[in-house]
C-alpha cells in the first residue's frame, strides 16, 4: 500500500516560489506515474504534472509549462515540484497522486491514479 505525505505549502506574492514536498512510502519493485494534482475551491480538480518513475519522462500542463518542474529524488523516495513565477491563479490545494504503470505515459487525469495524499494547501496574493 503505497502512502504519500505532502508538504510545503503555504502563502506566498505572485511572483514568489514554493517547492512541495510528496514524501512515498510503500512502494514495490515497480514502475509508478506520479503526479501532482490541483483543486481550487469552486472548480474540478485538475492535473499540474507527472513523472514515469523509470525514466524521469515529465508531462506538464500548458498553464504551469516553464514555471513548474516535477522532480524525484529516489534515494529519500520523495516526489517534489518547484514552482516560480506563482500567480494568484495557482492558488488551489495542492495533492500528490501515484499509480502502478507498466507503461511510460503518465496522463494528467485523476481517475487513472489510485495513491492519494490529503494534499496541501498553496495560496498566491496579488
Known amino acids: 500500500q503505497v502512502q504519500l505525505v505532502e508538504s510545503g505549502g503555504g502563502s506566498v506574492q505572485a511572483g514568489g516560489s514554493l517547492r512541495l514536498s510528496c514524501a512515498a512510502s510503500g512502494y514495490t519493485y515497480s514502475q509508478y506515474c506520479m503526479a501532482w494534482f490541483r483543486q481550487a475551491p469552486g472548480k474540478e480538480r485538475e492535473g499540474v504534472a507527472t513523472?514515469?518513475?523509470?525514466?524521469?519522462?515529465?508531462y506538464y500542463a500548458s498553464s504551469v509549462k516553464g514555471r513548474f518542474t516535477i522532480s524525484q529524488d529516489n534515494g529519500k523516495f520523495t516526489l517534489y515540484l518547484q514552482m516560480s513565477s506563482l500567480k494568484p491563479e495557482d492558488t488551489a490545494m495542492y495533492y500528490c497522486a501515484a499509480v502502478r504503470t507498466v507503461g511510460t505515459y503518465c496522463g494528467l487525469v485523476d481517475g487513472a491514479y489510485n495513491y492519494w495524499g490529503q494534499g496541501t494547501q498553496v495560496t498566491v496574493s496579488s
Open positions: 513523472l514515469y518513475t523509470g525514466g524521469r519522462i515529465t
